[in-house]
Nanobody, 124 residues
Framework: QVQLVESGGGLVQAGGSLRLSCLGS????????MGWFRQAPGKEREFVAG????????YYPDSVKGRFTISRDNAKNTVYLQMNSLKPEDTALYYCAARTGTIIITSRRGYAYWGQGTQVTVSS
């Protein structure tokens, strides 16, 4: 099974950018489709980006489409989330997650492995 560790969160002004990273270990990284989720206080954990095992397909909800980009480097066992044009409503704890399989799933129930999260705070 894979262990995941996120990094790259922080405080940024509205309109700014951040790049999150998620390093996997203990498993064969290319066996997993990957997702990024976020959870703000008092809200449900929501899907923000997904990528297939080979990086050939990605998916985003409308709330982040055109602003967020997910990518992966299987040689480095790492998945990234580039976040541009950040808004205060993007403030949340961001998690990466892995699922065995080839397709992207938007439900958190589809992911068996989770990191501890990295905080992103966007000031207005």
């Amino acid at each position: 099974q894979v262990q995941l560790v996120e990094s790259g969160g922080g405080l940024v002004q509205a309109g700014g950018s951040l790049r999150l990273s998620c390093l996997g270990s203990g498993g064969t990284f290319r066996n997993y489709a990957m997702g990024w989720f976020r959870q703000a206080p008092g809200k449900e954990r929501e899907f923000v980006a997904g990528i297939t095992w080979d990086g050939g397909s990605t998916y985003y909800p409308d709330s982040v489409k055109g602003r967020f980009t997910i990518s992966r480097d299987n040689a480095k066992n790492t998945v990234y989330l580039q976040m541009n044009s950040l808004k205060p409503e993007d403030t949340a704890l961001y998690y990466c997650a892995a699922r065995t399989g080839t397709i992207i799933i938007t439900s958190r129930r589809g992911y068996a492995y989770w990191g501890q999260g990295t905080q992103v705070t966007v000031s207005s």
